[in-house]
């Protein structure tokens, strides 16, 4: 099979599975979607989980890369000097240009990670730990250069980074299609609830 066909029952894959989750999908009509046979998808991939570790692979053979961590460690560790609000819109958009491009894979992603260890595991290693450690000096510097107040370094990074997540995952539990202007417009609530407070 060529690379080109590959790629086309990849995405097709991705297409279905992210409407309809890993188990509902079925290879009959994941090769419809991309216009071969289902023997031509078992013959390249063995199984339906031989297809689902592709799609998986796609993506997650540099999981950092996948989910844009360069930026975000760009950001962390070069515009470090900024006022901690500005470098806050930076990840924002830095993250919603991400979920613009990749929100297909990221419902995949985040639906099928707690039922796969290797991926979990992977993710764990090259994203959350990277991110936590950067974060972490980030926050510190800002402390001790008094732009924002003293404060658990990992507690502010969760909140943040969660309140981001959660702007994103019921859209994606509801299997609502992506309004990009929308879900700007709800970071910047969120950014400001979580800057500046929610009381008067």
Same mark, same amino acid.
């Given at each position: ?5 590959k ?9 279905i599975i ?6 509902? +999908?079925?290879?009959?009509? *994941?090769?419809k ?7 031509? !998808?078992? &013959?390249?991939?063995? %199984?339906k ?6 799609v ?5 053979g ?11 460690r ?8 900024l ?5 806050v819109d ?17 419902k ?14 992977? +993710?764990?290693?090259?994203? *959350? ?5 950067d974060?972490?000096?980030? !926050?510190? &510097?800002?402390?001790? %250069?008094?732009?924002i ?31 990009i202007?929308?879900l ?17």
């Amino acid at each position: 099979m060529s690379e080109k066909a590959k790629d086309k029952i990849i995405r097709s894959a991705i297409e279905i599975i992210s409407k309809k989750g890993y188990s509902a +999908a079925t290879t009959s009509e *994941i090769a419809k979607t991309a216009g071969y046979s289902e023997a031509t !998808i078992f &013959k390249y991939f063995n %199984s339906k989980k031989g297809l689902f570790d592709a799609v998986i692979n796609s993506f997650t053979g540099n999981i950092a890369e996948s989910v844009g961590l360069p930026g975000v460690r760009s950001i962390i560790k070069n515009d470090a000097d900024l006022k901690f609000e500005k470098i806050v819109d930076l990840i924002i958009e830095d993250r919603v240009r991400f979920i613009e491009n990749n929100y297909e894979f990221l419902k995949i992603l985040l639906a099928e990670i707690q039922f796969h260890e290797g991926l979990r595991n992977k +993710a764990i290693e090259h994203i *959350i730990i990277p991110v936590l450690k950067d974060a972490t000096d980030l !926050i510190k &510097k800002q402390i001790k %250069s008094g732009n924002i107040i003293e404060v658990d370094p990992i507690i502010l990074f969760r909140t943040i980074f969660s309140g981001i997540f959660m702007s994103v995952l019921p859209r994606m539990l509801m299997n609502q299609p992506l309004d990009i202007k929308m879900l700007r417009e709800e970071l910047k609530e969120v950014k400001k609830i979580l800057l500046h407070g929610a009381i008067k």
